[in-house]
């Protein structure tokens, strides 16, 4: 059973920095390309960060120069170093990975960073 578990949200003050982790299991942890997602209220989920297996990155461009997405192969965690942090990086974290072949998501629970002074 493949499993994604977050950690590391909380509440912020603008110009701070939070760290998210995700653990995975059930998987071969090298083999996958990792991504995080957020969902600010009302808004659709939108992707922010992607890395592959060979440790390759893309950023969306809100989160550019601020956000760093890294991954650990030993500890079969990715994190993603939010730095710089505005009130508009206010959401829900999701981590997510994808099986290409079974063409299925998942999703990790989540985790909410607030940026609010």
């Known amino acids: 059973q493949v499993q994604l578990v977050e950690s590391g949200g909380g509440l912020v003050q603008p110009g701070g920095s939070l760290r998210l982790s995700c653990v995975a299991s059930g998987i071969i942890f090298t083999a996958y390309n990792f991504r995080w997602y957020r969902q600010a209220p009302g808004a659709q989920r939108e992707l922010v960060a992607s890395?592959?297996?060979?440790?390759?990155?893309e950023y969306a461009d809100s989160v550019k120069g601020r956000f760093t997405i890294s991954r650990d192969n030993a500890k079969n965690t990715v994190y993603l170093q939010m730095d710089s942090l505005k009130p508009e990086d206010t959401a829900v974290y999701f981590c997510?990975?994808?099986?290409?072949?079974?063409?299925?998501?998942?999703w990790g629970q989540g985790t909410k960073d607030t940026v609010s002074s």
């Open positions: 997510n990975t994808r099986n290409d072949i079974l063409r299925r998501d998942y």
């Open positions: 890395i592959a297996p060979g440790g390759s990155t």
